[in-house]
């Protein structure tokens, strides 16, 4: 393995000789005796990286450098699933808790962070004129289907992209009753051709259909044409638009897809970000709409918790103040660009594709090849300090142009290694 000729502070430094997994393997032993599944994430599972070659638990975190449980620190662009925006001890996370966390976690009744909260998302949401709180991403959108069907009177549903873990987007796997597939239409997004067949369903089925509910493609990027061609085609059919920006919102852009692509969603579902990696997710829209929910039994204990609103806040308005989205757009182009030159220059299969800030890593187009390549790849760039998930990625503001010059770099010296063996 190179090593860099000059390193910067904030790098990693590389695993010379076998990388050191005494204790993830230890602490892995014990959870799968205890915890279902190892962790709380299916994204989160060894088997989503390079089991045996990759770290299996982290311990610590600084701006956009983790420290695994035995002691070696990596790049981190795995950005909890998306959720790290600022980086990992932002002054913006800690502290609000701090300073606020003598007033207390969960109350009896309302607090009025909740209020200056939701205040400060409207602000920033296009078209929102209220916002309900949650704690997870499936919680938001599971709230955002059943106000859609009271506000329509009609119970059908398209879900298009990954929307959380909840019965009627998980219709056909374990434990979920077979009739949830019959009100629940799943639809890929993942090529052209598939455009023209979700319109065309929603032509077809718009009397029964109450939803539209959708989490943007990470694989290529949607057109602004298409939207507002989907935008039309919903509203023609009384069906309602919901942005699933789970992932995107404040991401994209500080207005998330809506502004992103110029297009009106009729509202939309909000987490990871909110609150850069608190725990905490919102549905927000106009008040025409949001207000039903009122009328709706949907309600949760800790959407109230005081320090997730206090960080949502600051976290908000540091978005505001802050040029990051132009920062992890530049940098996300600038490692699309250089992992695809050195992937052309070295005739290895990988290209980055995607949003700027959401790098999307494919060796194939087959899923089972596309595994197959991404594995030792993963493996040999979490031995150079980098840490990869198998194709989904993130930047975040913590990222720096040092670092991603040098997962450039990384990068093609796996790609030969590869190529080599």
Not at 36 to 52: H, N
Not at 55 to 64: E, I, N, Q
Not at 163 to 178: E, I, L, S, Y
Not at 182 to 198: G, H, I, K, N, W
């Amino acid at each position: 393995m190179e090593m860099p000729a000059k390193r910067h502070p904030s790098l990693p430094q590389p695993i010379l000789g076998e990388m050191k997994l005494e204790n993830s393997n230890r602490l892995l032993a014990e959870a799968k005796r205890l915890v279902p599944g190892v962790t709380q994430s299916l994204m989160k599972r060894p088997e989503q990286f390079a089991p045996g070659s990759f770290p299996v638990f982290l311990a610590r975190g600084k701006g956009a450098i983790v420290e695994d449980a035995d002691g070696q620190e990596y790049i981190d662009f795995i950005c909890g699933l998306g959720a790290t925006m600022l980086g990992h001890q932002h002054p913006a996370l800690v502290e609000p808790v701090r300073k606020h966390l003598d007033e207390g976690i969960i109350h009896s009744l309302p607090t009025p962070v909740e209020v200056s909260a939701a205040k400060t998302l409207i602000e920033l949401i296009p078209g929102a004129e209220m916002a309900r709180f949650f704690k997870t991403g499936a919680d938001a959108t599971s709230a955002a289907v059943r106000l859609a069907r009271f506000i329509t009177g009609k119970e059908h549903i398209i879900t298009v992209g990954y929307n959380g873990w909840h019965d009627h987007f998980m219709f056909d796997t374990p434990g979920v009753p077979a009739a949830f597939a019959s009100y629940t239409r799943r639809m890929p997004l993942f090529t052209e051709p598939d455009e023209a067949a979700l319109l065309s369903s929603i032509e077809q089925n718009g009397k029964q259909l109450a939803v539209v509910l959708l989490s943007v493609p990470y694989n290529r990027c949607l057109s602004r044409e298409f939207l507002h061609q989907l935008r039309a085609t919903c509203t023609a059919h009384e069906v309602l638009l919901v942005l699933d920006e789970v992932v995107t919102g404040f991401r994209l852009a500080l207005g998330g897809a809506q502004q992103f692509f110029d297009v009106k969603a009729d509202f939309v579902c909000l987490s990871k970000a909110i609150a850069s990696g608190m725990p905490l997710s919102a549905v927000a829209g106009p008040a025409k709409h949001l207000s039903r929910l009122g009328e709706l039994q949907v309600s949760t204990t800790f959407g109230g918790e005081l320090p997730s609103l206090y960080v949502c806040q600051a976290v908000l308005e540091e978005y505001r103040r802050s040029s990051y989205i132009e920062h992890i757009a530049h940098l996300g182009r600038r490692l699309r660009e250089g992992i695809n030159a050195r992937a052309e220059k070295t005739g290895s299969a990988l290209r980055v594709l995607g949003y700027d800030a959401i790098p999307f890593f494919r060796f194939s187009k087959d899923p089972a090849e596309h595994a197959k390549k991404m594995q030792p790849f993963q493996a040999g760039m979490a031995r150079r300090g980098v840490l990869l998930r198998r194709d989904v990625n993130f930047i975040c503001a913590a990222h720096t142009p040092e670092q991603i010059d040098y997962t450039i770099e990384m990068a093609e010296e796996v790609m030969r290694s590869l190529s080599a063996s």
